[in-house]
């Protein structure tokens, strides 16, 4: 795979500029886009917090929030300043209607996508015993899926390390410049850790996210792009995250998902939320996040770390701190061995996919000489009827 132009490529807010087809046996090039397919979902009635949680905590999900905290906006604003005749985001197509289920729409690119019916609900899931050692030898009887509290029937289970699509978020801005280059040594050797058939793309972001390089598995193209070291300043987090989320829901061709952010400090200059970041990577087929906090001297805020354990944690995935550079690859090398060692559990939920609204998730682990296995999964999603096709 060739190395995209960087002039081409860039991610604006939530703008991925790029071509995804893929050819029919009629010869009709599709355009094979996942979206996210709860945005409109229907609102879930917040549920009551325990009196030790802050309402006005930034990492607490908006559909957690009492009815009188401040609603979510609905539409991203231009940062001040920006002129919208030179802002990127404004000179993309807009995209097309989702359209209804079995219907064949045109997408933004020109192409066509196919709508189908997905009755299920696929998690990854990672067990762990009460020391943090991975659990890999469980079969489909040990485990018990709730959602919404209520016991759900697998109908699928798997335990094989099978190729995922990676999006590697990584912080651009002036902090950052110091500690690049034990960053990009700890992503490649993650990359290399990994399956051989894995896809990566790169993300570098500081006050705005770039694409700098596009699904691929291409070590030599990988370390360009994280190469490119253009410290300014601003950290546009969220943004980044928003935008490699819809990335890899549009162009993976790999049905696994995983995004892994590095970061050293506080968001502070994202159009998005924390909340809209987290919302944006809750539908059933999101990606599991996996972030890498990067403590500086100049130290860094609750905020910050409860930002990355949210999205994280919500996700299935972990958030790291290592205490130097030295521990970046460290945890570098635990996310890859996390990644290849996840169980694949399917069900068809009771409650149908296409009433909508916020399903919370829980799966319980039990098997003879365990005891206290804990199972890290999404905590839950926005539920959908229809997705669009993807490559396999």
Do not use: C
Not at 17 to 31: D, E, H, K, N, T
């Amino acid at each position: 795979m060739s190395t995209p132009k960087r002039d081409t490529m860039h991610l604006r807010g939530k703008v991925v500029v790029g071509i995804l087809s893929s050819f029919l046996l009629a010869g009709v090039i599709v355009a094979l886009g996942q979206g996210l397919a709860a945005q409109n979902a229907e609102k879930v009635q917040p549920t009551p917090l325990p009196k030790d949680v802050d309402p006005s905590d930034p990492a607490l999900p908006v559909w957690l929030r009492p009815a009188n905290a401040r609603p979510v906006a609905a539409t991203s604003t231009p940062k001040p300043g920006a002129n919208p005749a030179e802002n990127p985001i404004n000179k993309q197509p807009q995209p097309a209607p989702e359209g209804t289920v079995g219907e064949v729409t045109k997408s933004s690119s020109g192409g066509f996508v196919l709508r189908v019916r997905s009755d299920e609900v696929t998690l990854q899931a990672t067990v762990v015993d009460p020391r943090s050692h991975l659990i890999t030898t469980l079969n489909k009887d040990s485990f018990t899926v709730y959602e919404d509290n209520q016991q759900q029937q697998i109908t699928s289970f798997r335990r094989e390390d099978i190729p995922v699509s990676i999006g590697i978020v990584v912080d651009n801005s002036g902090s950052m410049r110091t500690k690049r280059n034990a960053v990009t040594k700890a992503v490649l050797n993650l990359v290399q850790a990994s399956n051989p058939k894995d896809e990566v793309f790169i993300v570098n972001f500081n006050d705005e996210p770039y694409l700098d390089q596009d699904f691929t598995n291409n070590v030599s193209s990988m370390r360009e792009a994280l190469d490119r070291v253009d410290s300014r300043s601003g950290t546009a987090l969220y943004d980044a995250v928003v935008a490699s989320a819809e990335h890899l829901a549009k162009g993976a061709q790999r049905e696994k998902k995983v995004l892994l952010v590095i970061t050293d400090g506080d968001d502070n200059e994202s159009r998005e939320s924390l909340e809209q970041a987290i919302r944006a990577v809750q539908n059933d087929n999101g990606p599991t996040i996996y972030t890498i906090g990067i403590l500086g001297e100049e130290g860094n805020t609750k905020r910050f770390k409860r930002a990355l354990e949210a999205l994280s944690l919500q996700t299935g995935g972990v958030a790291f701190f290592p205490k130097n550079l030295e521990e970046v690859d460290e945890m570098s090398q635990a996310v890859a061995r996390d990644i290849r060692n996840q169980y694949s559990i399917t069900y068809k939920p009771s409650n149908p996919r296409a009433n909508g609204g916020y399903r919370a998730v829980r799966v319980v682990a039990h098997a003879p000489g365990y005891k206290e296995l804990q199972v890290r999964t999404r905590s839950g999603y926005f539920a959908s009827d229809q997705k669009a096709a993807t490559n396999r």
